[in-house]
C-alpha cells in the first residue's frame, strides 16, 4: 500500500475517506487494546453510544446512534474511541456519523488513525489521511501513530516508506519524525539493527541529536549488544559532542556495559562522562546495582557507586540498602560503615533493615567488640535485630566471650516481645551452660518455659551433660527442668 502511494503520481488527488467492505469481518485484536468495559469513569453519553456500537448490527450503528439523541461533539467523539479499539467497524460508522453532525478536531481524526492502524486496517487509514490532509488537520503526530501501528505488525519496510512519503502529505521529516520512527522500531523485540540501517541512511540528511542516539543506545541496551553499543556511543560525541541532557544515552551504554560483564569498562565510561560535566542519571545507578548484586561484584558497584554519587546523583534509601546489603554479605565493613554515615546527607535515612545488614555482616565477621557497640546503637535509633540476627548474634557473643551483651540481647527480645524466640532461647542456654553458669540456665529456662518458648531436645541433652558434669545438686536440677520441659 504504501509502495503504491510512493509511486503514484495521483498522489494528490481526492479519495474520500470510506468503510471497508461490507464483506469485511470486523477485526477482533488483542486485550491490550482498550474497551469501554475498561475505563468505568466514562461519561453516561459515551457509555450510550459504546453500548450502541456494540450491540447493534453493523447496518443499524447510524440509525442506532441518532436515536439515542446525542450530540457527537469532538468531546464525546474522542472519548468514545479511546475505548472502542476492539469495534474497529463500528468505530469508522460512528466516526462517519458524528463528522455528519459536527466538524471534529485534528486529535478526533488522529485516534481514528490510531484506530485503524492498531488494528491494521491500513487502506482505510491512508484513506483517513487523505482526508486529513485534505481538511489541513495532518501532523506529524499521525505519522507517529501509523510508524508505531507498522512496526508493532511486523511491517518495518511499510513504517520506513511511511516516513519517506511523509513530504508529500506537507508534513516535514525533521528530527523529530526520524526520532518517532526509530522509537517504534526499536519498541519491538530484536529490531535495533533495522533502526540502526534507518538512521546510518539519514543521519546525513537531516540534523540528529542526543535523542536518536539514546533511542538507539536503549534498544543495544535491550539485547544486550556491546559492540553496537560501543560504535553508537562513539559516533554521539563524535557528532553530538557531551551534552549534560543526553542522560537516557549514558544510562543505557552504562548499563549494557554493566550488564554484559564489562564493568571494568563502565568505570573508566563513567569517569570520562564525569570528566566532561555530564552525569548519567539514577536510572543507571540502579540498574547497575541490579546487575552488580546477581553478579555478587562488590568491588565495581562501590566504584561505580561513589563515581556517580560523588557527580551529584542522590541515591534514595532503597539503593543504599541494596548496595550496603551487597557490601556487607562480601565483609566490606568500612565501606558500609560509610555509606551508613552518609546516608542522611542525601535524606536517606537507615531503617531496620539498612541496621539489620550491617548487623550480619559484623556477626558473620565474627566483630564482637563492634557488634556489642552497635546493638546498643540500633536499640538507641529504634531499629531493633530481626530474630534471626539475635540468635546469630548470641551465638557469635558466647564463643567471642562477651556473655553479657548476649543476655542483654535476650533480654531485650523478651521486653519487646521479638518472635519468634526459640532459636535465640536455646543459642542463649547453650551458651551459659557451656561457661557452667548452670544457676542463670535453670532461672531463664523455666522463664521460658513459664513463656511456652520451645526448648530443643538437642539443647536438653546438651544441658544434661553440663548439669550431669557438676554432679550433686545440679543433676537434681536438671531432673526437675527436665521434667518440667517433657510435661510443658
Not at 504504501?2 to 503520481?9: C, G, I, R, T
Not at 506529524?140 to 505488525?153: R, W
Not at 535465640?424 to 557452667?436: E, M, P, Q, T, V
Request: glycine letters at 4%.
Amino acid at each position: 500500500m504504501v509502495e503504491a502511494m510512493a509511486e503514484n503520481p495521483k498522489i494528490g488527488v481526492k479519495k474520500p475517506f470510506k468503510l471497508p467492505p461490507s464483506s469485511s469481518p470486523p477485526l477482533v485484536k488483542s486485550p491490550r487494546l482498550p474497551v469501554h468495559l475498561d475505563a468505568p469513569d466514562i461519561s453516561p453519553a459515551a457509555k450510550t453510544v459504546c453500548k450502541v456500537l456494540v450491540r447493534a448490527s453493523p447496518n443499524d450503528v447510524e440509525a442506532a446512534l441518532s436515536a439515542t439523541g446525542v450530540v457527537p461533539s469532538p468531546e464525546l467523539v474522542q472519548e468514545v474511541l479511546r475505548v472502542s479499539y476492539n469495534y474497529p467497524s463500528s468505530a469508522i460508522k460512528f466516526f462517519r456519523w458524528a463528522r455528519q453532525l459536527a466538524k471534529q478536531s485534528a486529535y478526533s481524526w488522529n485516534l481514528m488513525v490510531d484506530l485503524l492502524g492498531k488494528n491494521e486496517l491500513f487502506d482505510q487509514m491512508w484513506n483517513a489521511i487523505r482526508t486529513m490532509r485534505e481538511e489541513k488537520v495532518l501532523s506529524l503526530p499521525t505519522f507517529v501513530s501509523v510508524f508505531g501501528s507498522y512496526c508493532s505488525a511486523g511491517r518495518f519496510k511499510d513504517a520506513i516508506k511511511s516516513f519517506e512519503v511523509m513530504d508529500r502529505y506537507d508534513v516535514e521529516k525533521d528530527v523529530v519524525a526520524v526520532n518517532s520512527l526509530l522509537s517504534a522500531i526499536c519498541t519491538e523485540e530484536n529490531q535495533t539493527s533495522k533502526a540502526w540501517e534507518f538512521f546510518k541512511k539519514h543521519k546525513e540528511k537531516i540534523p540528529l541529536d542526543g535523542d536518536s542516539y539514546a533511542i538507539l543506545l536503549e534498544g543495544w541496551e535491550k539485547e544486550g549488544n556491546v559492540e553496537k553499543a560501543e560504535v553508537t556511543f562513539d559516533e554521539m560525541v563524535k557528532r553530538v559532542g557531551w551534552n549534560p541532557e543526553n542522560v537516557s544515552a549514558y544510562d543505557a551504554f552504562l548499563i549494557t556495559l554493566v550488564r554484559r560483564g564489562q564493568s571494568a569498562e563502565a568505570v573508566k565510561v563513567l569517569l570520562e562522562i564525569k570528566n566532561n560535566g555530564c552525569s548519567p542519571g539514577l536510572k543507571f545507578l540502579s540498574n547497575a546495582l541490579d546487575s552488580l548484586i546477581n553478579q555478587n561484584d562488590a568491588t565495581h558497584a562501590i566504584l561505580l557507586w561513589d563515581i556517580a554519587v560523588g557527580n551529584g546523583l542522590v541515591p534514595n534509601l532503597i539503593m543504599y540498602n541494596a548496595i550496603i546489603g551487597l557490601l556487607s554479605e562480601k565483609g566490606k565493613i568500612e565501606d558500609s560503615f560509610r555509606l551508613l554515615d552518609a546516608m542522611v546527607f542525601h535524606g536517606a535515612f537507615p531503617n531496620s533493615l539498612t541496621y539489620n545488614l550491617i548487623f550480619s555482616c559484623l556477626i558473620k565477621n565474627k566483630k564482637v567488640k563492634e557488634a556489642s557497640q552497635f546493638f546498643r546503637e540500633m536499640v538507641k535509633n529504634e531499629c531493633p535485630p530481626t530474630p534471626s540476627n539475635c540468635a546469630a548474634a548470641i551465638t557469635m557473643l558466647f564463643d567471642g566471650y562477651d556473655p553479657e551483651t548476649a543476655i542483654d540481647i535476650w533480654n531485650f527480645m523478651v521486653d519487646n516481645n521479638i518472635k519468634p524466640m526459640d532459636a535465640s532461647a536455646n543459642a542463649l542456654l547453650i551458651g551459659l551452660c557451656d561457661l557452667d553458669r548452670l544457676t542463670e540456665v535453670r532461672r531463664f529456662a523455666d522463664d521460658m518455659l513459664d513463656q511456652r518458648i520451645g526448648i530443643f531436645e538437642s539443647t536438653m541433652k546438651f544441658l544434661r551433660n553440663g548439669f550431669y558434669q557438676q554432679r550433686g545438686r545440679f543433676r537434681d536440677s536438671y531432673d526437675s527442668l527436665f521434667r518440667r520441659w517433657r510435661d510443658s
